[in-house]
């Protein structure tokens, strides 16, 4: 990682996150070599009017023009990830093929810093090494066609960034999703531009998915594909990067998009009969596919016997309790999260009682919680300000409720495990609480397992397991339903069974 303002002509700086791929991340995909660096200082062509923090904290934006980037990009403030590994191939072609040949400042007010005053930490500079071996080669790129930088409409997938070996990029590396758009025109420009005919009469910036910055474009072609991955597509648009520029520009209009559709149509091939066949699926499930494609993410109730046990509890109370527990069972996720089911199912209320976790009114929480849900905060503004402030709730009942709304409780429906919840799962079970708030991604309309008391779910999750573990091992005919509660009753009774799968303690 490094600052933006002690980046380096020579850093290969992140251009591109991670994308949803059948074929493996390449070496070096998604880091680009700076070429051209400026540091502008007070930066003249921001909105003065602005009420966004970013634009008005920006008393030094850093412009970086990367090699294979179609235009400059104006860097968000803080940190950035710099790879320090670097094939001596790729070194080698980068430096003799640049893209930006330019010497003079390319933004109004940009400065060519003379040294680094930032500290870089630890970040040494790119050496040259063997790259991993990448995953397999793309049967053939994407797809994909040309039309004017003023033409780009959000949920276009720009090329952004072509790498060295172009000839080992991934079936649609450096393709990445616009999340918006904003057009500079007329005398406008000049406020941005040193050399305002660089721009040939429209400045587009961009906002893409990955990019730490805003991407500024002269009115010249660009490149966009023609039919995305569309599990990719699903991923980006429920993870958004950005959905407004980084900075907010004097000038700045932002284009209608039912124009920009029908300016891209003008453009916009047919995709090719077998474009689709270029991704395979991604998902293990059909079931797990459906959910990301047709699903939606959200705040919704769940009935606690839906929601996995927990895997670990930390700093609980009966933490080394339940860690004895477990090491009556074979090992694994499951095999843990049987444990705490069990340790559950034999805690007393004086024991629950006990964990500050467990002191709250977690009905009267989840009530709440769930109820602010329901309401549509752009349409409703007033409406969920009254219930976030939840003033029927004890202090300390309102602090565990918002909590709650900034701070979800995250599972995925169908997922064995949820994250950043276990302690607040626990209280609620441990309550009766019939519906929790839970933050994820789901279909409307799925059949949900009905209300069960918590106590009876975790000896019933219990006795399940020890069944099918018995009739794993080989144990014939009706036994393993015969001898499985017992072994959920009387933990000396799993001493005798093979544990192949122990994992070392």
Known sequence: MCLDEGLEVGDYLQVASERVTPDGRRPGEGYA?????????????????????YTNLADTIVAVCCQGLPGPVLLRAGDHWVLTEVAPERLAWDAEHPSWPTS????????????????????AAPVGVIPKKAGVPPTRRAASFSKPASTLRVGDYLQTHVRFPESDMGTDEGYHRVEWIG????????????????????????????????????????????????????????????????FELAGVVEPDAD??????????????????????????????????LQGVTGVRAVPAAALPWPH??????????????????????????????ELF????????????????????????????????????????????????????D??????LVSDHIWWEEGSDSLTNGQHRLCAMRAAAVTNVPVYGRYLPGQQSPDATNAQEHARTT????????????????????????????????????????????
């Not at 400042?105 to 870089?120: A, I």
């Not at 009682?353 to 905060?377: F, M, N, R, S, T």
Request: with cysteine.
């Open 33 to 53: 070599r700076i070429e051209w660096l400026e540091h502008i200082h007070d930066p003249s062509f921001l909105d003065p009017d602005s009420t966004d923090v």
């Open 183 to 246: 057009h500079l025109t007329g005398e406008r420009i000049a406020g941005l531009l040193a050399d305002p005919a660089w721009a040939n009469g429209t400045v587009t910036l961009v906002t893409v998915h990955g990019l730490g910055g805003m991407l500024v474009l002269p009115e010249k072609d660009v490149r966009v594909l023609v039919q995305p991955n569309i599990e990719r597509v699903s991923w980006d648009e429920q993870e958004v990067w950005r959905d407004g520029p980084h």
């Open 398 to 403: 309102r602090q565990w409720a918002q909590r």
């Open 104 to 123: 003079a400042p390319v933004f109004v007010g940009g400065q060519v810093p003379q040294e680094v005053h930032w500290s870089r930490g630890d970040l």
């Open 462 to 505: 219990v006795e399940k397991y020890w069944i099918e573990r018995l009739a794993d091992l080989g144990v014939p005919g009706p036994w393993p339903e015969r001898l499985g509660p017992l072994l959920a009753r009387h933990r000396i009774l799993r001493r005798p069974l093979p544990r192949p799968d122990r994992r070392p303690e």
């Open 259 to 292: 124009v920009q559709d029908a300016k891209d149509a003008a453009y916009r091939p047919a995709a090719p009969a077998d474009e689709a066949d270029l991704y395979p699926t991604v998902f293990s499930t059909s079931e797990r596919r459906t959910r990301h």
């Open 345 to 396: 199912a034999e805690l007393t209320e004086e024991e629950f009682a006990a964990c500050p976790y467990h002191q709250g009114d977690w009905q009267a929480i989840a009530e709440a919680v769930l109820a602010h849900a329901e309401v549509d905060e752009d349409e409703e503004p007033e409406r969920a300000r009254e219930l976030y402030a939840m003033e029927h709730l004890s202090p300390r």
């Open 312 to 341: 670990g509890l930390f700093k609980c109370a009966y933490a080394e309790r339940g860690k004895r527990i477990a090491r009556t069972y074979p090992g694994g996720r499951r095999a843990d999260q049987t444990a705490h089911a």
